[in-house]
């Protein structure tokens, strides 16, 4: 086997976690998925003073990476999350949702 040439990738739309430890040549210039459900949390916490909060949160990964960056800090934080729910892209009806969170 000749051993593949290693080219560098560059991901302009986003940045996340994973793709920070995916190895040395990828690299990322997008803003952090999970940096912005940390300051998501941060506002909420610091600037709304809120202590309880539920999460609504589209069903795919972009979403999912989000939502628990922002359940996991609003937690570090003092702040408690009552309800954690996950909605299709579809969905339109939005009832079953809202009375677990009433």
């Not at 994973?18 to 999970?34: L, M």
């Not at 940390?38 to 709304?48: E, I, P, Q, S, V």
């Not at 628990?68 to 969905?91: C, D, M, N, W």
């Amino acid at each position: 086997h000749d051993a593949l040439p290693i080219f560098p990738l560059v991901a302009v739309w986003d940045s996340n976690d994973y793709i920070k430890s995916a190895g040395s040549n990828i690299f990322t210039i997008g803003f952090s998925t999970e940096g912005s459900g940390y300051k998501m949390a941060n506002y909420a916490k610091n600037n709304l003073k809120l202590a309880k909060i539920a999460v609504i949160a589209q069903e795919d990964e972009w979403s999912s990476l989000i939502a628990s960056a922002f359940e996991r800090k609003f937690k570090e934080l003092g702040g408690s999350v009552v309800v954690s729910e996950k909605i299709l892209p579809t969905q339109k009806d939005f009832r079953t949702t809202l009375a677990k969170i009433k």
